[in-house]
């Protein structure tokens, strides 16, 4: 198996983000539901690099269309997860679950 | 809702910064379009200014954003030969950034480490300062590091350094090949009048015609002096500095070419040195020494100082051998004069920098060192605390596949971000105390060299030295860290084991800190004793509410001894008339600032050849010379007035050592001694006073000048002409007030006479011990701030250990302890380890002051009161940085203590 690198946690929400925006996540979408879900102001300039970021390493991908009615205003990108993304999240996933296992009693208490 | 017109558009030059930052192609087209589009949907919604500063604030964040990737990416690029590097660098940078977020995290903890260091660094800094601006950066001209002074010795005598004859400078400089040239110097008082000004009395130097331009430093205008100027009988010239013509000449763009009364004799103002340029030592104008070398017999007449610059490529050793082989030669030719006497070389700058000074000096940059140590084991233990924490954090990382050296490197990368910050304000706090030091020492009357400022090199060392910190705070915690077994902690729930471990380690550093601390304060702490005593010293007469003055006669105005004579019997007769003055006297000169020394005999002893003569610092002084220093004769009587002139009886006075060392035994008074050797022509003196020892003093920082022979003979004025005489004048007010009188008094019996050091005695003695004024107060500070950063040390690592012991003390309250037994027992042990640290420390300490016994004045090294406050101040410290916290922990409740945990 390839050695796999860890998502930050940014990384992984922004990851989480596309999926829940399935098919039509723009760049504003995305912002906008990690705002809504995480209740913090996402800076554009962390948040436009961890796009790039993500990219670089196939974890995503996007396909650029015009925007405005009559497609002439400057290009919009769609963003969709990769596979390698989906596999990637799942991994962080397991990783995290197993520090958590038998921590519940702790970390429910108040 | 307000209807818009015409669509709203982005601000242009807002646009302008995101086109010139953002990607290229669709990836900055995309962004600029979902601000376009984001912008256009808030002017739907609020007034268009506030728009327009949201999409300002988001283009400046994004163009920033995106110009630090592209600047990432530069370095990274693969091709760009960079990329071992640029990976490097990418790494170190997220190191950084990790480091910047725990210092921001912790604040208090990294507060305390940044100011610990930034003390740490400061102090060296500045000590550094002070020794490279007073022994390293050397005098300020061409080729500074060939300069070099060369001196005589009389090793039979104990002579270590005297100056040298005309003819032996003029044989010398025939016959050196070492050095480039040779000039020679020796300093006066130049009294410059005839012009508009009142006659005013200038620091100079007597030079050789080729001094000036050999040094290489080029007149600011005009010229320096040419060859054979410095001749008997040369038109008189001289060169001003740059703040006399300033200030005496208000500036005169055509001072060069005109004459003014120099020394009483009209001179040519042929040149003007720049600003700065005081050689050799303090200097105000220049005149050369003309001499008639000719007309005088060998090995008598004005002595010289005599400095050259090695020649390229010359070494030290290379120039002593040259001028041992001229001094062998000269003793041939010359026995009469020269049999026994040496020639020594050495750096410039040791001239006039007492060797005690020197030693202080370096002594004290190993002792900041020392200082710097304890700030780094007090910083190491912090870190260590944090690393305990974080144990976790590091079995993740390294369980995640960090190697061993990556989590080194970042620990060591945090602790160079805190050493960095540390640092920083370090040289800030340096920078700081420098220039009010300056402020203080500016009125110190030293060489022109000194001058202690930040410049590149001292910068330069505060960077090694802040580097250095961070590797001696932090490598230690980092490997310490780095080597946590992952399983192990993993595991294990509980701080306990991981801070355990690192708390065995921080109780070894508790340990050597106290015994370091110890060992250092014990030095300081004879050290300032020391330089105390030093400045303390007991002067043997009273320094307050005494006036000084010297004025100075020219053989043009006053030939001969009798006029002369006359002149000061006068001056003293007014002075004691003078209001407000209760008692007034002159001497050629007064105590404490210096003194020559003079061959005598005593009747009765034999001595087998001349050589065999002693010497003792002779003074010509009138009556009641001791009276206004509030001397006391312990036997005998002062010199009478008729005594006090010349022809008057041959009488004469001795200090106590003298009379101890060479009249023992004997009832001092009626004894006769005679100045001179055994063909002296000089009356025998009957001896009808005995004074207490008064300090001589000197000119070369004071430190320890005539300690060893502290004889003294007093002959009474008139017996030995001199035409340069002090005055001082006791009274009861401020001495200070009654200047302007003196002044006037003196001008009233010679318009052209100006009157010159018109000080108290107090601040002239002050102005002759400048190093006490320049080191002793540095020292004082270092001492207090070593003591500081070891108390807060000490508390900080101290109270630290003991709150790792809190679940302990949690299980013992919860089993029924007592919280008084706990108390005792934790302080029981923190005492033990105290004692272990002092024990050590004492023994140290005792070593490090018995090697330096040698440079210190009148401290007994074993003096229990240095070792019992250093003992009682630790020893406190150190037990209430144990008690306070030990009492906090008995005083939680015990389920809290142990869930903490």
Known sequence: ?110 | MKHRLQPVTPPERADALLHRCLPDGVLGLSILGDLHQEFEELTTRSALRAPRLWYWRSAISLSGRYALERLKTRILEPGSGALMGGEVMGTLLADVRFGLRMLIKTPLLSGVAVLTIALGVALTTHTYSSVYGTMLRGVPVPGHDRLVHIGANRPEFGITEMQIPIHDFNDLRDQQTAFEDVGAFYQGTVNVAGDEGAPERFAGAFVSANALSHLGVPPLMGRTFLPGEDEAGARPVIVLGYHVWQNRFAGDPAIVGKTIRVNGEATDIVGVMPEGFRFPFLEDVWVTHRIDAAGLERGTGMDLDVFGKLREGGSLRAAQAELTAIATRLAQAYPESNEGIGLVVKPYEERFMPREIQAVLWLMLVATFGVLLIACANVANLLMARASIRSKEVAIRTALGAGRWRVVRQFLMESFVLAGVGGLVGVGIAWGGLVAYEAVIADIYKPYWIDPRMDAPVLAFSLLVTAFSAVAAGILPALRASSVQIGENLKDESRGSSSRRLGRFSNFLVVSEIAVSCALLVAAGFMIQSVVNLKNVDLGFETEGVLTGRVGLFANDYPDADVRDQFFAELRARLQAEPGVTSAAVGSILPGLGGSQFLFGVEGETYATDRDFPAATTAVVSPDYFETLGVELTQGRDFTELEARIGGDPVIIVNQSFADTYLPGRQALGEQIRIGRSDSERPWRTVIGVVPDMHVGGNTGGIGDDLERPERLFLPQGSIDFSFMSFAVRTNGPPADLAPAMRSLVMELDPNLPVYDLLPLRQAIDDATWAFGLFGGLFTIFGAAALFLAAVGLYGVMAFSVSQRRQEVGVRLALGAQAPAIVRMIVKGGATQLAIGIGVGIALGALMSSSMSIIMYGVEVGDPFVYGSIVLTLGATGLLACFIPARAATRMDPVQALRGE
Request: no cysteine; aromatic share 8%.
């Open chain 1, 1 to 110: 198996m390839s050695r796999k690198t860890y998502l930050g946690e940014f990384e992984q929400m922004v990851l989480l983000a596309i999926l829940q925006g399935g098919d039509d996540a723009n760049a504003l979408a995305i912002r906008r539901e990690l705002e809504a879900s995480a209740n913090r102001t996402v800076t554009k300039g962390a948040f436009y690099t961890t796009l790039d970021r993500l990219e670089k390493k196939r974890f995503l991908t996007w396909t650029a269309r015009p925007r405005g009615e009559n497609g002439a205003g400057l290009p919009q990108r769609h963003f969709r997860v990769t596979p390698e993304g989906v596999d990637q999240l799942r991994h962080s996933r397991e990783a995290l679950t197993k520090l958590w296992r038998g921590l519940d009693e702790v970390l429910d208490t108040p």
